[in-house]
């Protein structure tokens, strides 16, 4: 079967569908991958050749608009300011989108652009799956992730998706102008998906959000089936991190075993911070008030004039899987990447958001007792302090521990997977009934939620290799029941 898989926007963005390919790719199906300018050290370990298309995020993040976005932590602004750069690439997306949907069997793409993702498998009629990694699908639960706003009932948090989905058309009737395929009519945001037919994976854990089946949503119009992070297994996390970043993780190991003191992990991710000097030097104080030390990962940062602490070790790129383990807390950004890997090792998080759907993450880190939200631009030293040792607490620790138990045999990968089977089947029923699936059809239909042959990390271990993991689920279940029943 020939896949086209279709990315935009940051590394967080991008690295879970390398994965999603990587295990296509090794059931035998035929994958083209398009990305964003930057993500060479995730794609070049995929053994297909990829594009390379649309702005380059991470120049726009580090130039001084950029970074003054950064600092306002409006992600209005932010909105206006991307819909405005991928305009100046509104045609090479559009040309990547139908160039690369041409003669494939199926589509898989993100939130972002998935108008454009829809109008290419409208115009080459394919099935398309399109994974979330934050609830842009309307729920009754939660508002959507982009809205900086505190559950406000199941009314309300409706109303978030429907003015949403009002701005979010007004890009998509130009966005979709140049397919001629698509009527004017169906051009609005959620009439041209919907006549897609996209499958929608929600690609975050159950343990963070609920499914609506799981409370009773009593709204028919509401839905949310959360199927597991999608993690990297280890096959694939060596080839990513073999030369990227191998020394400095195995240097870093070192220096945290030989070193005193617990150590907290800092990492903004693609967040680049607009005065790196000033960071080191609030990291630095609150290691001093804390007694601890400090790994500091600057992703998109630039670090070139850092002066370096005895009490920091100071990093551009790590394998979370080796560093994370190691550290009692991890402070970061709240990106969907980054809290799941926290998520995934039991650690507690204090998360100090900047915009996007970082603020969400935050709240629900907050909401379930795993850590504390912050917004980085008003954050102080002091505040690190207060939230760092909450989040070192022994009932945080112990509640991180529980939950990341019970995660483990989520399956997100397998989930996603099966997700996509399932497009694939409903498509090929009436067009092409012998299409080499990507499951195998009796497990599909013994198991609604298996995991084929490439299942996460973790769930690969399955539950015998976690002998805690029901317990543990019963004990989280037991004290989500409050936040659950505010959510109702």
């Not at 991958?33 to 580090?62: I, R, Y």
């Not at 001084?64 to 045609?91: D, V």
């Not at 603020?359 to 912050?374: C, D, E, P, S, T």
């Not at 090929?428 to 298996?450: E, G």
Request: charged share 20%; hydrophobic share 40%.
């Amino acid at each position: 079967m020939k896949i086209a898989v279709l990315t935009l926007g940051t590394r967080g963005d991008v690295q879970p569908f390398v994965q999603i390919a990587d295990s296509l790719i090794g059931q035998g199906h035929e994958v083209t991958f398009a990305s964003p300018p930057g993500m060479s050290s995730l794609t070049k370990a995929l053994p297909v050749s990829t594009v390379e298309f649309g702005p380059d995020v991470s120049a726009f993040l580090n130039s001084p608009r950029g970074q003054r976005i950064i600092l306002s932590g409006r992600t209005s602004t932010l909105l206006r300011e991307l819909f405005l750069l991928n305009n100046k690439h509104s045609e090479e997306i559009d040309d990547v989108f139908r160039e690369l949907s041409a003669g494939a069997d199926l589509l898989i793409g993100g939130s972002l652009a998935e108008e454009k993702a829809a109008a290419a498998a409208l115009a080459h009629s394919i099935p398309m799956t399109s994974v979330h990694f934050s609830p842009f699908v309307k729920t009754s639960l939660v508002p959507h992730s982009l809205f900086d706003i505190g559950n406000l009932g199941p009314y309300t948090n409706r109303r978030t998706y429907d003015l949403f989905t009002a701005l979010r058309s007004i890009a998509a009737l130009r966005d979709t102008a140049r397919i001629p395929e698509v009527p004017f009519s169906q051009r609005i945001s959620h009439r041209i998906i919907e006549r897609a037919g996209a499958t929608v994976v929600d690609a975050y854990s159950r343990h963070l959000l609920p499914s609506t089946e799981s409370i009773g949503d009593p709204d028919s119009s509401s839905r949310l089936d959360p199927t597991g992070f999608i993690h990297m297994t280890p096959h694939l996390r060596s080839r990513v991190f073999r030369s990227v970043s191998e020394a400095d993780s195995e240097g870093i190991e070192q220096w945290i075993a030989s070193g005193s003191g617990e150590v907290v992990y800092f990492g903004f991710g693609s967040m680049p911070v607009g005065d790196p000097t000033r960071l080191l030097a609030l990291i630095a104080e609150v290691c001093r008030a804390l007694g601890t030390r400090a790994v500091w990962c600057t992703g998109w940062s630039p670090t070139h004039t850092i002066p370096v602490d005895s009490r920091i070790r100071v990093v551009d790129e790590v394998d979370h899987d080796r560093i994370i383990p190691l550290c009692v807390t991890v402070v970061h950004h709240g990106g969907a990447g980054t809290t799941a890997m926290a998520l995934r090792h039991g650690r507690p998080q204090v998360i100090t958001s900047f915009f996007w759907d970082q603020q969400f993450w935050g709240r629900m880190v907050a909401n379930k007792n795993l850590g504390i939200h912050l917004r980085y631009r008003t954050a102080r030293a002091e505040d690190l302090m207060i939230a760092i040792r909450y989040a070192m607490s022994p009932p945080v620790r112990i509640r991180a521990e529980l939950l990341a138990r019970a995660a483990a045999v989520e399956g997100g990968l397998g989930n996603t997977l099966s997700k996509i089977d399932a497009a694939v089947r409903i498509s090929a029923v009436s067009t092409r009934p012998d299409s080499n699936f990507l499951v195998d059809t009796a497990a599909a239909q013994n198991c609604p939620r298996h995991v084929p042959q490439f299942p996460d990390t973790r769930a690969d271990e399955g539950p015998s290799s976690h002998p805690s993991s029901c317990r543990a689920g019963d004990v989280l279940d037991a004290a989500n029941d409050r936040q659950e029943s505010d959510i109702r």
